[in-house]
């Protein structure tokens, strides 16, 4: 198992930017398929990116395409999560996770958390 912390979430407003790093302890870490969800209140856990051992591939919800970036550094066992031209929907609660699946897209293949890390995006 991987141990996950996130930081970098904060108050922003709409077409702001804002970094989300998680850092991870574990040797296992560059074996696995890193990957961001998030929560919103009243609503479920839903997938946002996830990125491959490599880094070479990865993936992303439709509705975060073309905004969000998805990268990590294995010698930092850290993953990043680039977000850009935040909207309202955007606010959640954003958590990192690791999954021995590759590629893996789905939240029942990830089996560890971090504790998350708020998002709130402002008018």
């Known amino acids: 198992q991987v141990q996950l912390v996130e930081s970098g979430g904060g108050m922003v407003q709409t077409g702001d930017s804002l970094r989300l790093s998680c850092a991870a302890s574990g040797r296992a870490f560059r074996s696995y398929t890193m990957g961001w969800f998030r929560q919103a209140p009243g609503k479920e856990r839903e997938f946002v990116a996830a990125i491959i051992w490599s880094g070479g591939s990865t993936y992303y919800a439709d509705s975060v395409h073309g905004r969000f970036t998805i990268s990590r550094d294995n010698a930092k066992n850290t993953v990043y999560l680039q977000m850009n031209s935040l909207k309202l929907e955007d606010t959640a609660v954003y958590y990192c996770?690791?999954?021995?699946?590759?590629?893996?897209?789905?939240?029942?293949?990830?089996?560890?958390w971090g504790q998350g890390t708020q998002v709130t995006v402002s008018s």
């Open positions: 996770a690791a999954s021995s699946q590759y590629g893996s897209m789905w939240y029942g293949d990830f089996g560890s």
